[in-house]
């Protein structure tokens, strides 16, 4: 038989896409944890201004974190800015990719902390996507048992997603994300005017966070993505703008009520159990998460249907904005025999999984999730139609 968790949140805000601030102040969204609450910046031109990191504690030394591709970008522009915060601004360049999201990466920012004396005050600073604010964030729960950091995030997918709500990890060879802390920034950047450079790939793997909150959340804000496309495809600043707002408003509501994914927190896993698998399977890096986490939504979206919970009009709606964002949506073989197989021995190593019991977000309804567990052949159907054929 099937489990299910349902849960009862609280009422989401209203989606009000003409309520985008105008001029120059940013629009905020606050993450509500207490006295670990912070603000989210959402607006052009923040990574430059002093301004924007007022109120963060007072240290002698700030430590910024990027990778290969984003420090000649930015780098720069943030030690600058914060010069006239800290008397030693400091700079570590990881390399760039999902398969460095590992220990001997990780090292590199231990290495430059205490090469560099940094004592418990040093605030770090993640410029850069999901891997480097990810281990930017383990660092700082784990150096002296705790340092400030903040999240400066230049991706699409790092913005509207992995910089918000305090889920920090490396990975594991044989799972994502499987060595890591809740650990809360103190603030998080969203420089809208980073977007120009994203490369078009990393772009639609933002795109695929953004169209997760619809049917999970919010059908008014999926049916706005529909019609606003387009515009985000082409990087049009306050569709950007209110797309990024939405998203971290959402994000913000899940994490408030559930902030170590007891419950509630878990439907924003959405896709990442098949997405998941398909990393790991397919050897990290090969495809960008947010690429696998929209061919998961589609996988997700039939489950959700063979288990009699939508209709089939959703599920291709869903799958033609995926398509459309410029996303897969057939998943590739992972196993040339047992395709299925191998899926389901990947995803029984997923963090939602229980005794050995898969866990997946399905849609309940349109704008609501649960999580069930799904007979394996069910789940198998789903991967044969879905994947690659032999």
């Given at each position: 038989?099937?489990?299910?968790?349902?849960?009862?949140?609280?009422?989401?805000?209203?989606?009000?896409?003409?309520?985008?601030?105008?001029?120059?102040?940013?629009?905020?969204?606050?993450?509500?944890?207490?006295?670990?609450?912070?603000?989210?910046?959402?607006?052009?031109?923040?990574?430059?201004?002093?301004?924007?990191?007022?109120?963060?504690?007072?240290?002698?030394?700030?430590?910024?974190?990027?990778?290969?591709?984003?420090?000649?970008?930015?780098?720069?522009?943030?030690?600058?800015?914060?010069?006239?915060?800290?008397?030693?601004?400091?700079?570590?360049?990881?390399?760039?990719?999902?398969?460095?999201?590992?220990?001997?990466?990780?090292?590199?920012?231990?290495?430059?902390?205490?090469?560099?004396?940094?004592?418990?005050?040093?605030?770090?600073?993640?410029?850069?996507?999901?891997?480097?604010?990810?281990?930017?964030?383990?660092?700082?729960?784990?150096?002296?048992?705790?340092?400030?950091?903040?999240?400066?995030?230049?991706?699409?997918?790092?913005?509207?997603?992995?910089?918000?709500?305090g889920k920090t990890a490396i990975n594991h060879p044989l799972g994502k994300n499987m060595v890591g802390a809740f650990y809360q920034p103190q603030l998080v950047v969203c420089d809208l005017d980073v977007?120009?450079?994203?490369?078009?790939?990393?772009?639609?793997?933002?795109?695929?966070?953004?169209?997760?909150?619809?049917p999970i959340a919010d059908m008014a804000f999926l049916a706005w993505i529909e019609d606003q496309l387009p515009a985000l495809l082409a990087r049009d600043p306050a569709a950007l703008g209110q797309a990024v707002r939405r998203s971290c408003e959402i994000k913000a509501w899940v994490v408030g009520q559930d902030e170590r994914e007891a419950g509630l927190r878990a439907i924003l896993n959405f896709g990442h159990t098949f997405g998941h698998a398909i990393e790991a399977g397919m050897g990290y890096g090969q495809w960008l998460h947010g690429e696998a986490v929209g061919c998961g939504m589609v996988m997700a979206a039939h489950l959700s249907e063979r288990l009699g919970l939508i209709d089939a009009a959703l599920v291709t709606r869903l799958t033609r904005l995926i398509q459309a964002a410029g996303l897969p949506v057939v998943g590739p073989r992972l196993a040339a025999l047992d395709n299925a197989g191998r899926y389901l021995e990947l995803m029984r190593l997923d963090k939602k999984s229980e005794a050995g019991a898969i866990k997946f977000v399905v849609i309940d309804s349109p704008g609501s999730a649960a999580v069930r567990s799904a007979p394996d052949a069910v789940v198998r159907e789903v991967i044969d139609a879905t994947c690659v054929a032999a």
């Open positions: 038989m099937n489990s299910v968790s349902s849960f009862a949140p609280g009422p989401l805000p209203e989606f009000l896409p003409a309520s985008a601030a105008s001029g120059s102040a940013p629009d905020r969204v606050r993450i509500d944890l207490g006295d670990r609450s912070y603000p989210i910046l959402i607006g052009p031109a923040l990574l430059g201004w002093a301004d924007t990191f007022q109120g963060l504690p007072q240290a002698s030394t700030a430590l910024i974190v990027s990778n290969t591709s984003v420090a000649p970008l930015y780098a720069q522009t943030l030690q600058a800015a914060l010069q006239s915060r800290y008397a030693r601004v400091l700079l570590v360049t990881l390399p760039d990719g999902e398969v460095h999201k590992d220990w001997p990466t990780l090292q590199l920012i231990f290495d430059a902390l205490l090469e560099n004396a940094c004592d418990r005050k040093t605030v770090l600073f993640a410029l850069g996507g999901g891997v480097v604010g990810d281990m930017t964030g383990f660092a700082a729960a784990s150096y002296m048992r705790g340092v400030p950091f903040v999240q400066v995030p230049t991706t699409l997918l790092a913005q509207v997603d992995s910089s918000v709500g977007l120009r450079t994203l490369p078009a790939r990393e772009l639609s793997a933002g795109l695929a966070e953004i169209i997760k909150y619809g």
